[in-house]
C-alpha cells in the first residue's frame, strides 16, 4: 500500500504538517481528512481542564499540555464561574494538569466539576492513596492512571523507585471508582503491553489506552514508536476491533478493552478537534490541539464576571472544531 508522504499532503495543512513522518496508507488518512472537513462544528465541547502546570514527577516525553511548567493553580470561584457560564456547551469534563492532585483545593475544583459534568481525572498516581478518600467520595466517574510499565524499573526514566511503585500500586487497590490506566508507548515499552494486560486483570482495571507519542522534543524522537507499529502487534494480539472515533480503535484482549490512542500527525493535524477536545489553562485560554497555535483568552472576561462575554468566547472556541480553513 502507498504510505503519505510530504508531497501528497494537501496544500492546505501547510507546515503544520511538516511533522509527519508516517501515517496509514494514503488512501485511508485522505477519506479521513476528507472526512474531518466536511463535518460540521461540534456543538459541545469536551474540556480538559489544566487546573495546574506543575508536577512531582519530570518525565522526559512530557508535553505538559502545551502549557508552562511554573507552578500555577486554577482558582475554584473562577473555575465554578467558567463551567457555570459555558455549561450549555460542554459534553463532559477531564481534569488533568501537570498533576492534579497537587493542587492544594483539590476536593473542591473536583466538586464544582462534577456540579455541571461528567467528570474524570488524570494522574500520576504518586497521591492517589493520600487522596483515597477525596476520590471515592466524590462524584468523579473514573480515575485515568498513567503507567509506563507494570513494574517499576525504569518506570518514568527511573523517577519512580519500589516503594512509590508500591504506593501507587496500594492507591488502585484503595479505590472505590473504576481505574483505566494510559500507557505512553515508547521503544522501551512497547513490549511490556501483554504484561500490562497482565497487571490491569491482577489490579482489578478494565481498561487500558496505549497512547502514542506527540512528538516535539529531540528526546520523544530517540524512544518514538509509530502508532503503526502499535497497532500491528494489537492485530496480532486479537482479529477484531472497533473504530470508536477518529483517533481511537479498541480492542478486547483478555478481559481489558485495550484502546489505541492515535496522534495522526502528531502535532497540528487537526483531526483531534473532530473529537471536541478544548483546553482550559491556567492562565484562562481555550486551547485546542498542542501543535495548534489558536488561543483564545477569557481573561477580561473572567475578571469582570461577565457570563455572556465568555460564553461567546467559548462559542468562537467551539465554532472552529473541526474546522480546517484557519
Ligand atoms: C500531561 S499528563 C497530566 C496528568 C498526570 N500528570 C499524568 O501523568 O497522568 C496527561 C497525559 O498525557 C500523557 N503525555 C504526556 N506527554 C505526552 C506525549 N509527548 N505524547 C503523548 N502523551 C503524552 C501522559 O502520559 C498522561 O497520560
Ligand atoms: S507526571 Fe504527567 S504532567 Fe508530570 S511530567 Fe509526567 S506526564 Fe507530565
Known amino acids: 500500500m502507498e504510505k503519505i508522504s510530504r508531497k501528497y499532503i494537501p496544500n492546505k495543512f501547510g507546515d503544520k504538517f511538516s511533522i509527519i513522518k508516517e501515517s496509514r496508507s494514503f488512501k485511508e488518512f485522505y477519506s479521513l481528512w476528507e472526512n474531518t472537513k ?76 462534577c456540579k455541571y459534568k461528567n467528570t474524570s481525572i488524570t494522574t500520576n498516581g504518586l497521591l492517589l492513596k493520600k487522596f483515597t478518600a477525596v476520590l471515592n467520595k466524590s ?10 510499565r507494570p513494574y517499576f524499573e525504569n518506570f518514568r526514566g527511573g523517577m519512580i523507585d519500589s516503594n512509590k511503585f508500591n504506593l501507587i500500586k496500594g492507591g488502585i487497590k484503595s479505590m472505590a ?13 512497547i513490549n511490556d503491553i501483554d504484561n500490562m494486560i497482565t497487571f490491569c486483570e491482577n489490579m482489578g482495571i478494565k481498561k487500558l489506552s496505549l497512547i502514542s507519542l506527540i512528538k516535539f522534543n529531540k528526546y520523544i524522537d530517540s524512544v518514538y514508536v509509530s502508532p503503526l507499529k502499535i497497532e500491528e502487534k494489537l492485530n496480532k494480539m486479537s482479529n477484531s476491533h472497533k473504530v470508536v472515533s477518529n483517533s481511537r480503535k479498541s480492542y478486547q484482549l483478555k478481559n481489558i478493552i485495550v484502546d489505541l490512542v492515535w496522534q495522526y500527525c502528531t502535532l497540528g493535524c487537526n483531526i483531534c478537534k473532530t473529537d471536541g477536545f478544548i483546553r482550559v489553562t491556567t492562565d484562562n485560554k481555550f486551547k485546542y490541539c498542542l501543535g495548534e497555535k489558536t488561543e483564545i483568552s477569557f481573561k477580561k472576561e473572567l475578571n469582570d464576571r461577565d457570563s455572556k462575554g465568555l460564553m461567546n468566547k467559548f462559542d468562537n472556541a467551539i465554532s472552529k472544531l473541526g474546522d480546517f480553513s484557519n
Open 38 to 113: 466536511n463535518k460540521k462544528p461540534f456543538m459541545l465541547g469536551r474540556l480538559r481542564v489544566v487546573i495546574t502546570n506543575f508536577c512531582n514527577l519530570n518525565c522526559a516525553y512530557c508535553f505538559n499540555e502545551g502549557v508552562k511548567k511554573n507552578a500555577n493553580f486554577i482558582n475554584p470561584a473562577d473555575l465554578d464561574f467558567i463551567l457555570k457560564s459555558i455549561n450549555r456547551k460542554i459534553k463532559d469534563i477531564k481534569i488533568t494538569g501537570g498533576e492534579p492532585l497537587l493542587h492544594p483545593q483539590i476536593k473542591e475544583v473536583i466538586d464544582i466539576c
Open 177 to 189: 471508582k473504576p481505574v483505566a490506566v494510559n500507557m505512553v508507548i515508547t521503544k522501551n515499552n
Open 139 to 148: 462524584k468523579i466517574d473514573y480515575i485515568r492512571l498513567t503507567l509506563d
